[in-house]
């Protein structure tokens, strides 16, 4: 067990709707980073929190954002959902900002109807 | 742009058989390479890294800057290494931002 949560496992919710995914990482990560994974897109980097400071962007859309909270935890806040918003959320942790050094979490299935 | 190019989306092969899973990538720096693999139910988890130039489960890899390319290899697959693999890069130096390939599924027949 890597020691990354995520919560909810899944989640069905409909359009123009507002939903948050948490994520805990492993116990000393400092580093936090969010993906999305469909199956066109494949693995897509959304953002990257270190030490509740946004590191790095990726391909996050502007109804979506997210925040790394004093005890390291993240959310991620996806609004005015659209069908295409359905797909799978992961969040990894590691201890610095190192892509090799990543633990990834079971993931948030969303699904968008 | 970096981009990383996983030309097949799934790849079946027997056991026993050499298996070569395509990575290629795009981009004007030094990359650092990785290959991640996900088995049926488990999380994402990294595989190897080209820095480190070690053999992990039988799997190699070598990057091939004239090809720009990172191909994963094994020479006789066995049944357990069904799974999804993904080639990723990350560019060094300033903010690391990671870009994953579409992933290959392997499948390995009895």
Not at chain 1, 41 to 54: D, R, T
Not at chain 2, 42 to 64: V, W
């Amino acid at each position: 067990d890597s020691g990354v949560t995520q919560t909810p496992k899944h989640l069905i919710t409909a359009t123009g709707q507002r939903v948050t995914l948490r994520c805990s990482p492993r116990s000393g990560d400092l580093s936090v980073y969010w993906y999305q994974q469909s199956l066109d897109q494949g693995l897509q980097f959304l953002i990257q929190y270190y030490n509740g400071e946004e590191r790095a962007k990726g391909n996050i859309l502007e109804r979506f954002s997210a925040q790394q909270f004093p005890d390291l935890h993240s959310e991620l806040n996806l609004s005015s959902l659209e069908l295409g918003d359905s797909a799978l959320y992961f969040c990894a942790s590691s201890v610095d900002n190192r892509v090799a050094e990543q633990y990834f979490g079971p993931g948030t299935r969303l699904t968008v109807t | 742009a970096q981009r990383v190019t996983q030309p097949e989306k799934l790849l079946s092969v027997f056991k026993g058989a050499p298996v070569e899973l395509k990575c290629n990538y795009s981009y004007s720096g030094s990359p650092e390479l990785f290959w991640y693999v996900q088995y049926s139910r488990q999380r994402l988890q990294l595989l190897l890294r080209h820095i480190s130039r070690e053999s992990i489960k039988g799997f190699t890899a070598d990057l091939n800057k004239g090809e720009t390319s990172f191909h994963l290899k094994k020479p006789f697959a066995q049944e357990e290494d069904s799974a999804m693999y993904y080639c990723a890069l990350e560019r060094t130096g300033g903010s690391y931002i990671p870009t994953f390939g579409r992933g290959t599924s392997l499948i390995v027949h009895p």
